[in-house]
């Protein structure tokens, strides 16, 4: 009761030397009434105001009862996996602020299971941008902008946070709002915080803004990198169960209002799309969508969407058709329908774990090349002569075995090594043809791992024109 109503109109006053006076014996019940009381205050007071709180809150938190922060060793696995459930489930109703403690400690967890446990998968998390309007424009000069909207050869003329921090917001039209989407401005420096100020006052002309904005050649734009993840929060975060589920709704919003931005899909971004509740079917529009956009990404923005959304999507335990595996006619289908371009970013071990029946060789063609080499180290991938000329087939393709740094001299050794057991009793029975195609083709992305004993076995009785080929 003092804490949370009788001192709440002091507690802005409360500093870390106060904390002195509250007893160390606490009991857990009354350490969370402390704190959910100076945090209840913290919340309503401006930014600059709390500072002196926030450290409060901070060292009271540091000196919690030994229950709250010593979690047993010797945790059962369905323990450990509850409390890295209630943790994940506390940081998805967090502010983006406030939630980077938790996230560590989330990820220290992880790395430290109990022996024998497996950490459950884990699950995307949706972070709010908290929008403190008057903390924002307290920097913004308003004065320029004044109170009529500027003609359409001025709209640039002003940054995103003037017009957000203005009333003449309110009034642009779905044109206005497509020319400041246009407006070239290299040094930007326009946080989350500002384009999602900016996207709840043009709300009412901001879908039309964007079809119209799709529409457009981009070609030469790169995309804002906080503009996806405001409308994110402002659009996508408010779409309903059902519309989450209509392919056509989901397609007009990700295949057309969103294409220019994904781009530059953020992590935050694509981990709070794979929390939704997608059907397979819209699920596989945005995978679509993403892997349309896919060339105008950087490798490390194209594996963001896969480890972020794709994997963590499939991975989930609550979907009605678990890893979407129920309207696809082969693996290959399934690997084109659930991963797009972002296929060859998985592990063979990924596959196979969402896909028990995954088959590497009826998906050849889409694997990338460390995949390829994955599946001739799996213990008993390649049992016959037509399954290695299916995997040299691949790896011809475009050179891509030679040019992929993947690839390291100790896979290489291993397939050659496996490769040589499966042709060398063959050997006997080849003709010229043969000793060409595999001496001259099939073999010389791993020929660096030929030994001398292979050798010696290779020309024990072969005739002198093969010699010459081999």
Known sequence: MWFQINLVVLLASFRPSVLVVIPANLTCDYYDAV???????????????????????????????????VIPANLTCDSYDAVLKGLENALA?????????????????????????????????????????????????????GSQVPSSDR???????????????????????????????????????AWKLFFQKVAGVLEVALSAYSSTNLSDRQPEPHVLDAIGEVKVNNFSATQLTDVSFVAHWFQGRLRPFLPAASKDFLSCLSSKNFSCDTYQVVVQALSRQASLMEVGQQRLVFADFVLLFLSRDDLADPACLAKTTSSADWLEKNFGNFSVYATLEQLQTLNANFSSFESLTLLSPSQVAELTLSSGALNSTNQIDAVFDRLEDGDAFKNNPDITPAVRDVMMNRTFVIIAPKLQEFAAPDWEVWFTVKLIPILPSFTAEMLLEVTADVNCTNYHVM
């Open 155 to 193: 709209l640039c003329d002003f940054g995103i946070s003037e017009y957000a921090c203005s009333s003449v917001a309110s009034s642009l039209s779905s044109g206005d709002l497509v020319t400041l989407l246009t407006c070239k401005q290299p040094n930007s420096t326009t946080g989350a915080e």
């Open 93 to 145: 109703v967090l502010p983006s602020g406030i939630g980077v403690e938790l996230k560590s400690s989330i990820g220290e967890l992880r790395q430290s299971a109990p022996e024998g446990c497996t950490p459950p998968r884990p699950v995307g998390v949706c972070e709010e941008t908290v929008v403190d309007e008057v903390r924002l424009c307290e920097s913004v000069n308003r004065d320029g902008l």
């Open 35 to 69: 704190l959910k009381g100076l945090e209840n205050a913290l919340a309503v007071l401006p930014s600059g105001i709390g500072v002196e709180l926030k450290s409060s809150i901070g060292e009271l938190r540091q000196s919690a009862p030994e229950v709250l922060v």
